[in-house]
């Protein structure tokens, strides 16, 4: 008898990384102090009052019950546009926007929607490991574009263009970034996108974490106003961060009418629609919770600053690069894994991170801190255990 296999290109995959060094965590013995989860990136704070009584309310509506639009509900696509077009200044009307469910969701039905198994696509060097993973199931092939350390971690456009030159389909690139931290200056997004627009390649850029800029950073780019932006780029977004709703699984695309309707075909055979309640409610928070939002931003900002000062007092730890939710930092243990480094400091330290090795290639020497998810406290506490 021959035993039934299941998906090679699934199966060659690592277990999903956040729950293995979780994992490790449940092995720490709470000898010093209470457990310090910097791991997996998730809003440290709760939900706004409002916002939960929003989807309570909706949730309880029986209309909501029922399939909805497979594109996302008229009501957020209309008012996500709105809001688009205040933050970039341009032209986007509800036409330009999909909804799914969470940013991952709308990374793979754009990956589908523009490459096929045996096309490539170009990821930055960190990558996001759900990209990458996304890629190696679909059976895309990757090309990496390395973003030098000593250079804030940014794309080097030389090896960029090398990897559009020789055929990728597409570049995927993440900003504010994960795993590192590092936001993409305008000019250098603008370069990437006159590349992509040279050798016929999109340009996707997932801004999950754009809402945690720096206070008065302005707009994140003017690629919405270049003529002719539908045929190249496409954005990514999470309402996940912003409203502290992980758990409701809510994302966006924004990109030209015509690529909209290629993502709603993949998006009918995927999930049909995206949670139809939680979307209502966004639509109701989003221009409410304004001020909410900034607050966070501001908070976020300050757990930043704490843990500058935190990895300020401990030799040989460098942060490499910091921004919105994450810093990658570069630890002191040459010659030792990144994991191994990562391991220890769960289960003998009650510190959990990612290691760097993670997210690419020759990443060993670093770790991922999410420092959004805890408070200032509770960063502050770090010089001792890392010590």
Not at 5 to 11: E, G, H, T
Not at 25 to 37: A, N, S, T
Not at 115 to 143: C, K, Q, W
Not at 262 to 285: F, G, H, L, T
Request: with cysteine.
């Amino acid at each position: 008898m021959t035993a039934a296999k299941s998906n090679s290109l699934v199966a060659r995959l690592s277990p999903p990384p956040i729950p293995s060094v979780v994992a490790w965590g449940r092995e720490y013995k709470g000898l010093k102090g209470p457990l310090i989860d910097l791991s997996q990136a998730v809003p440290g704070y709760p939900a706004h009052p409002e916002m939960l009584r929003l989807l309570g309310e909706t949730a309880s509506q029986q209309a909501m019950t029922g399939y909805g639009p497979i594109e996302g509900e008229p009501l957020l696509r209309q008012v996500y546009a709105a809001h688009v077009a205040e933050v970039y200044g341009a032209d986007i009307s509800a036409g330009n926007i999909h909804i799914t469910a969470g940013c991952n969701q709308a990374f793979m039905c754009t990956a589908i929607a523009l490459a096929g198994a045996g096309d490539t696509v170009a990821l930055t060097n960190p990558f996001y490991f759900n990209h990458d993973t996304t890629l190696s199931m679909l059976g895309i092939e990757r090309m990496l574009v390395d973003c030098d350390s000593a250079a804030g971690f940014l794309p080097d456009l030389g090896l960029a263009e090398a990897a559009l030159s020789a055929g990728a389909k597409m570049l995927a690139v993440v900003t504010p970034n994960n795993p590192t931290g590092a936001v993409y200056p305008p000019e250098l997004l603008h370069a990437l996108f006159r590349l992509c627009r040279k050798y016929g390649a999109w340009l996707v850029v997932d801004e999950t974490y754009r809402d945690f800029l720096a206070e008065g950073y302005g707009r994140p780019h003017a690629l919405l106003s270049e003529p002719g932006w539908e045929d190249t780029l496409v954005l990514l977004y999470s309402f996940s961060k912003s409203f502290c709703i992980p758990g409701h699984r809510l994302g966006a695309v924004t990109a030209g009418p015509g690529l909209v309707a290629e993502i709603a075909k993949v998006m009918d055979n995927m999930q049909i629609c995206a949670p139809r309640s939680a979307q209502v409610a966004v639509a109701s928070a989003l221009p409410v919770l304004a001020d909410w939002r900034a607050g966070n931003r501001l908070e976020i900002a300050r757990r930043a600053d704490t843990l500058r000062r935190a990895f300020s007092e401990l030799a040989g730890w460098e942060i490499a690069a910091i921004g919105a939710y994450f810093a990658f930092v570069r630890h002191p243990f040459e010659g030792r894994s990144s994991s191994e480094v990562a391991e220890e400091l769960a289960r003998e330290r009650g510190v959990i991170c990612i290691p760097g090795a993670y997210f690419g290639e020759g990443q060993e020497r670093y770790l991922r801190f999410a420092f959004a998810n805890v408070d200032v406290a509770s960063i502050r506490l770090l010089p001792d255990r890392l010590r």
